[in-house]
């Protein structure tokens, strides 16, 4: 059984592939993929969801990255990249709309925004995961971001308590020095949620975390994402070499 999980992973991986979008046609790929993961699965209100697509007033000024599966030539993952430049057309990174960034201006010029991420429902094995951290490793060497921010979703279908929990058993050892702390403009209210649950970490988190990135803050609350979010700093000069070689080799 092992060999044979094996062997379907490899498979999968030899499909999969990773590309910036450089068409409408495939940002609205992006943006199907969102819709399903963030509206049909975790039950978020989007104000396009008569579209069928995830759509805000950031995609127009991001590059989004996609991995497709070449079996059937559909889009299974996605990030979507806010560079310094753009966020400033943009009037601000979308963390801002979550967060206070105040500690965190005298970096703006050196921080590149990733969100957005999710991987279609049929394709959670680990190859997509692997497609995206490789794709990002590819976008942050090629373009030199110093530090790597953005919100990293957890859903509180339970209320809250899982997100607190989690929370609870990462920002003890991760978290960020008090001159990158962040504060969210809608807190998550985690003295009258349980933060003692038994929890698995998210793998998005995970992965973070074993790069090196930091847990800058307190989890912020989107009521209408039905998640909390945690705000993720990551100097890249921090990154766990060994780590990051595995995503980096896969770019290369």
Same mark, same amino acid.
């Given at each position: ?72 030539? #559909?889009?299974?993952?996605? /990030?979507? &990249? ?8 943009? @009037? !601000?990174? $979308? ?46 060497? #090629?373009?030199?971001?110093? /530090?790597? &921010? ?8 339970? @209320? !809250?308590? $899982? ?90």
């Amino acid at each position: 059984m092992l060999d044979l999980i094996k062997q379907e992973h490899r498979e999968a991986q030899g499909r999969l592939t990773f590309s910036l979008a450089r068409t409408v046609a495939e940002v609205a790929e992006a943006q199907r993929v969102r819709f399903k993961v963030f509206a049909e699965e975790m039950g978020a209100k989007l104000p396009s969801a008569d579209l069928g697509l995830d759509i805000d007033r950031f995609d127009e000024f991001c590059d989004h990255l996609l991995v497709r599966d070449h079996g059937d030539n #559909k889009v299974v993952g996605t /990030y979507r &990249i806010l560079p310094p430049e753009q966020a400033v057309r943009a @009037g !601000g990174y $979308y963390s801002e709309t979550e967060f206070d960034m105040t500690r965190l201006m005298h970096l703006r010029d050196r921080m590149v925004e990733v969100g957005r991420s999710c991987v279609h429902p049929d394709y959670r094995d680990g190859a997509t995961i692997t497609q995206l951290w490789s794709g990002l490793a590819d976008y942050i060497g #090629k373009h030199g971001h110093e /530090y790597l &921010i953005g919100c990293a979703s957890i859903s509180m279908g339970d @209320g !809250g308590h $899982y997100a607190a929990s989690v929370y609870n058993k990462v920002h003890k050892l991760h978290g960020a020095p008090a001159e990158y702390h962040v504060f969210p403009h809608c807190r998550l209210p985690l003295e009258s949620l349980n933060q003692n649950l038994e929890v698995t970490i998210p793998p998005l988190i995970k992965g973070y975390l074993r790069l090196g990135a930091y847990i800058a803050g307190e989890p912020a609350w989107d009521p209408d994402f039905n998640c909390a979010d945690l705000f993720i700093l990551m100097p890249v000069s921090r990154m766990n070499a060994r780590y990051a070689k595995h995503f980096m080799k896969k770019a290369a």
